[in-house]
């Protein structure tokens, strides 16, 4: 098993290597959610973020930790979603050639957040494995470096910066919720937030039809993922053994929440807090609204991740 | 001719008063945006105001100036809006009962709006003649304060409390772009903007199905409102004597917009800035996304009037 080399000391460094380069994202409250809830609820909004979703921290951070002789061929990752757009868009701010690795089903929009940005996209056929040989015969011929979406110290360390900021807006809170798809947001917000307020609740939320990270977490041992099926594609993604040793040190629980809930909990959001947020941010929202935690009278951070939606096809 | 008794001290006054029971709203701004503007745009996000609408400025600031023995019979107002929940929620704080006289064809939202913050719907036939009539009858008889949906100067001064807080903000605008609809945010602001900060460039922006005020602003004399058509259901309303002598005296121009622009700019916002919008609160963004004023190069203010959207009902 790899070292699971994410500390307070690379999240704090992260943030010094990133700020300028991504956003401080504002934490929104409101009367009527939090009447809901029967709880105080911060919403830590990363669809605000550069490029709409926390994927530019771990991006930022990775690329701008390598030297320009690292740098010199460029960086290639693999992305079906938003760490693409952001390594393309870390990419052009250090001025070096980015190369993105993409199904060739994925959506318009996504490909054109990469192009925008600068990136090359080279499609493949939309398996991981296709994903993966790709990626790895770039880095073998070129010598770019390679980003993986979370399983990368840097990477996990950029999206831990997220819990900086919330515990210096919010230093009291009780509860703080984390999507969980592969692991790197979990990772790092986990490793953060347990180091600064140690007696915090932290629960993992997870699509039922992706819950690879649920039965790890609860047998002890890295589940191999099953097809996983759910309209929250951000949490799609496997843990990796990395991502597994943080989480299953750090978490106290790991919840599931159905489709249905997570489609109410992401209308919700929309019509009381008025901004746009994707399915796979509304995991958490989805967890308190349907009542599977026990959250009454507390102070509950929950990160919203991103808000990359295609506004002709909301599934209500 | 009524006096336009609205100054900036009694925009700060009202400042003052409703402090602690509004929101202070984020300015927003965006790369994407101001790449296609050629200008740096400030967002000023009323959207995220209680009640999702700026209403809740002039209604609590007109409310709160009443004394308990003004407001001994309650509140009565008129309106198919916002304006009505934000006069019920004033009134709530107050402790004081607050009657609304809305048109029966009001949206199910709207009425749901009014009666979640305490307010007695009063339903009318939906004409102005038979809301002005239900309204000045109950305040007859009940002895109740009227508070006029935009002709009264403390509501008036509630909507310019706005433009302070966006010239804290961002001090050094070149241009503010207001939405008329009645006239009661964009004189309140206008008065505000020009005594701040007088080199600044006013304009109004208006529905073209509902152009009174540009032409009334054009020809110097008020005009009798046609029957209005547009989207922008928040901007039908037509100016009254007050709020029309503050337009003319403080904006430089007034300027419309199309409905298909008002929707090309709405969705726009909403996939770059993360955010919900109504039609209404889209129109200045669309005098600017369509090029219909100058504005390259310079710092451009634009009010987000509101968020309240019936979001099974997108007009894309």
């Not at 770039?138 to 110290?153: Q, T």
């Amino acid at each position: 098993m790899q070292q699971p080399d994410v500390t307070l000391e690379t999240i704090q460094s992260a943030r010094e290597r990133i700020v300028g380069w991504t956003r401080r994202t504002p934490v929104l409250e409101n009367e009527t959610l939090n009447a809901l809830a029967g709880a105080q609820l911060y919403f830590k909004c990363e669809n605000f973020q550069e490029g709409g979703a926390f994927k530019a921290r771990g991006a930022t951070n990775a690329v701008f930790a390598l030297s320009a002789a690292e740098l010199r061929a460029g960086v290639v990752t693999h992305s079906s979603g938003n760490h693409g757009a952001a390594v393309a868009r870390a990419a052009r701010l250090r001025g070096v050639r980015a190369r993105i690795v993409m199904p060739e089903n994925s959506s318009r929009a996504k490909l054109e957040a990469v192009r925008r940005y600068g990136g090359e996209v080279l499609l493949c056929e939309p398996t991981l494995a296709a994903r993966e040989a790709l990626a790895a015969q770039l880095v073998r011929d070129s010598g770019a470096a390679f980003i993986h979406p979370y399983d990368d110290p840097r990477v996990i360390a950029g999206q831990g910066t997220i819990a900086l900021e919330l515990l210096e807006d919010v230093p009291d809170l009780d509860w703080l919720l984390l999507p969980v798809g592969g692991g790197g947001l979990a990772s790092g917000v986990a490793v953060a937030a347990k180091a600064m307020r140690p007696a915090m609740r932290l629960v993992g939320i997870e699509p039922i039809g992706a819950d690879d990270a649920q039965r790890s977490f609860a047998s002890g041992t890295l589940s191999r993922p099953q097809q996983p099926s759910t309209i929250a594609d951000g949490l799609r993604g496997a843990l990796s053994a990395r991502t597994f040793e943080l989480i299953r040190r750090h978490l106290d629980d790991i919840v599931t929440v159905s489709d249905e809930a997570i489609v109410r909990a992401m209308r919700t959001l929309w019509q009381h807090l008025k901004i746009i947020v994707e399915a796979s941010a509304a995991v958490s929202y989805a967890a308190v609204f349907e009542h599977q935690l026990d959250v009454s009278g507390a102070r509950v951070g929950i990160i919203l991740t991103g808000g990359n939606v295609d506004l002709d096809e909301l599934p209500w």
